[in-house]
């Protein structure tokens, strides 16, 4: 009902209704992005991208889901998108400074850590954000929405318009691929 | 090498390492930073459109564009009163000839 009256709000241009969406949903969509993007500054432009655009296309939200399963659909595809350029970026950097057209100089960014593990897992995690990022997308986007934004089964499955089965499914093999990802890199290790 | 034990403890403790993890904070004045993101953006569009305008081939365009629907317009006014003087001729003419029954039959 609180929710109803919210998306009304917001449908009415209310400032007061946006400004309550933002204090409410602000960390939520920083989060989600941040687990995806890996970078402080680029989680936070992707979060102000995700509310430009619930701003924009409030019309559109028919109310079939909770807002707040809409918002993780908007930050997980801009987040998604906003990684893929990044990508690509990188990709053109390398085969343009092959030719010598590109004399920027490459750097890899630092490990990931994320703010809120706690001390004793700040190593471990950094590694394990490593091999998250090798995931195919659907089973990263499972496995993030469960472990940092501790989303149930079912939850994620009206996020990624999927079956609880299928959520099942990518967490599974989301678990497979990363103990395969870490018994190489502990292995090698030495 | 790791034994197989030491393995399979540091995979398990690696995979676990995000359980208790808490949520990252947006950081402070995240609000005032988006409100002054959205306002440059409306500002940047309007200015695109007047940018848009100001270029000469547009310019021109719109004013040709203006010239030609009100000469449409004034010959749609001129023409006006002759229409209606025809259709007046030719009610005349019916009324005249007796025509304006809608059956040959009926008198």
């Given at each position: 009902m609180v929710e109803q009256l919210l998306v009304e709000a917001l449908k009415n241009r209310q400032q007061s209704a946006f400004a309550a969406l933002v204090t409410d949903f602000q960390h939520m969509v920083f989060n989600t992005a941040l687990g995806i993007i890996h970078n402080r500054e680029e989680a936070e432009d992707v979060a102000q991208e995700v509310f430009i655009q619930v701003y924009e296309s409030i019309n559109q939200f028919k109310g079939d889901s909770k807002l707040s399963t809409w918002l993780y659909r908007i930050t997980i595809?801009?987040?998604?998108?906003?990684?893929?350029?990044?990508?690509?970026?990188?990709?053109?950097?390398?085969?343009?400074?092959?030719?010598?057209?590109?004399?920027?100089?490459?750097?890899?960014?630092?490990?990931?850590?994320?703010?809120?593990?706690?001390?004793?897992?700040?190593?471990?995690?950094?590694?394990?954000?490593?091999?998250?990022?090798?995931?195919?997308?659907?089973?990263?986007?499972a496995f993030l929405l469960i472990k940092i934004e501790d989303q149930t089964y079912q939850e994620v499955a009206d996020i990624m318009g999927a079956s609880v089965g299928a959520v099942e499914s990518y967490m599974h093999r989301a678990r497979q691929n990363l103990r395969k990802m870490l018994e190489d890199f502990y292995t090698n290790e030495q | 090498m790791k034994t197989d034990d030491k393995l399979?403890?540091?995979?398990?403790?690696?995979?676990?390492?995000?359980?208790?993890?808490?949520?990252?904070?947006?950081?402070?004045?995240?609000?005032?930073?988006?409100?002054s993101r959205m306002e440059r953006k409306r500002v940047s569009a309007l200015s695109r459109v007047l940018q848009l305008l100001s270029r000469p081939v547009v310019g021109i365009s719109v004013l040709v564009l203006f010239l030609v629907l009100n000469v449409v317009a004034i010959r749609g006014i001129m023409s006006a009163p002759k229409a209606q003087g025809q259709a007046s001729d030719a009610q005349s003419f019916a009324t005249e000839y007796n025509l304006n029954t809608t059956s040959v039959y009926s008198n």
């Open positions: 595809t801009k987040a998604l998108d906003w990684q893929r350029r990044k990508q690509r970026k990188k990709r053109f950097a390398v085969v343009t400074s092959l030719f010598g057209i590109n004399n920027e100089v490459l750097i890899d960014p630092p490990d990931f850590i994320h703010p809120g593990v706690t001390m004793e897992n700040k190593e471990r995690s950094a590694i394990l954000f490593k091999a998250i990022d090798k995931l195919p997308e659907n089973q990263k986007v | 399979k403890q540091d995979i398990e403790a690696t995979l676990n390492s995000l359980d208790k993890v808490s949520r990252a904070e947006a950081p402070p004045y995240f609000y005032t930073r988006l409100l």
